[in-house]
């Protein structure tokens, strides 16, 4: 069973900071790409960070040098540190996983979403 659970999210000030966590089930995070994605209302969903299987990280250029996606191995759990936080941050974020499986199509497995909001 393939199943990320998201927590983490809730409201912080402007400039603060907060770590969301992506619990993954089913899957060796390190052997998947992982990411963050996130929506705010009358916008769509949209990619904030990815870790590829090799360890490499890419960001939104609207979070680069704000957020830092990072996992743990051990604990199986990839997180999403943000800092100095913005109230255009304010949206739901999702936890993704995309399942790379030998000689199976590539498969998109979603969390529920956990709310992150910024207050001014």
């Known amino acids: 069973q393939v199943q990320p659970v998201e927590s983490g999210g809730g409201l912080v000030q402007a400039g603060g900071s907060l770590r969301l966590s992506c619990a993954a089930s089913?899957?060796?995070?390190?052997?998947?790409?992982m990411g963050w994605y996130r929506q705010a209302p009358g916008k769509q969903r949209d990619l904030v960070a990815r870790?590829?299987?090799?360890?490499?990280?890419n960001y939104a250029d609207s979070v680069k040098g704000r957020f830092t996606i990072s996992r743990d191995n051990a604990k199986n759990t990839v997180y999403l540190q943000m800092n100095s936080l913005k109230p255009d941050d304010t949206a739901v974020y999702y936890c993704n996983i995309r399942k790379r499986s030998p000689g199976s199509p590539r498969y998109d497995y979603w969390g529920q979403g956990t709310q992150v909001t910024v207050s001014s």
């Open positions: 089913g899957i060796i995070v390190s052997l998947n790409d």
């Open positions: 870790i590829t299987t090799g360890g490499s990280t």
